[in-house]
């Protein structure tokens, strides 16, 4: 696939899956194999199941939860997203009990493509800040210099 038609997947996937919950979509967009590297301990991470879990779970905890895609390159068989994650925490998630308060999470993502399907996807998220948004911690104290 071009590079476009590549961009053009995750997007798809972003929009309809995740944004959408469009979770049925999964399983046209995902290798049966495809593995999520980025899952937490002990949530599912292979193929379009683990994708519904995940989208399940994220709206569980975050009903209103939305990837805002802000940049997309490609190149080969990846692609690289930036984006910003942003939602309400009104539900339980991950044994964190609902605090009402909004947040916004910065995230980069790596996602390979085979035979016209996401087969891997990798991610780095600022999951400290997000928790502290969430006052599930607090910010360390600056000390005075």
């Not at 999470?105 to 780095?124: C, D, F, S, T």
Request: aromatic share 6%.
């Amino acid at each position: 696939m071009s590079a476009e038609a590549n961009k053009a997947l995750v997007r798809k996937f972003y929009e309809e899956v995740f944004n959408r919950r469009n979770l049925a979509l999964a399983d046209e967009l995902v290798t049966p194999d495809g593995i999520n590297h980025a899952t937490p301990p002990g949530v599912p991470s292979v193929g379009p199941s683990g994708i519904r879990f995940v989208v399940s779970m994220l709206t569980e905890g975050f009903p209103d939860h939305h990837h805002a895609i802000e940049d997309l390159f490609a190149e080969g068989d990846k692609v690289a997203m930036r984006c910003t994650f942003s939602g309400t925490h009104t539900g339980s998630i991950l044994g964190l009990p609902p605090t009402g308060r909004a947040f916004r999470q910065q995230q980069m993502h790596i996602l390979r493509v085979e035979g016209g399907k996401l087969a891997e996807h990798w991610a780095v998220r600022d999951d400290l800040a997000l928790m502290q948004q969430l006052g599930a911690l607090q910010p360390p104290a600056v000390q005075p210099s």
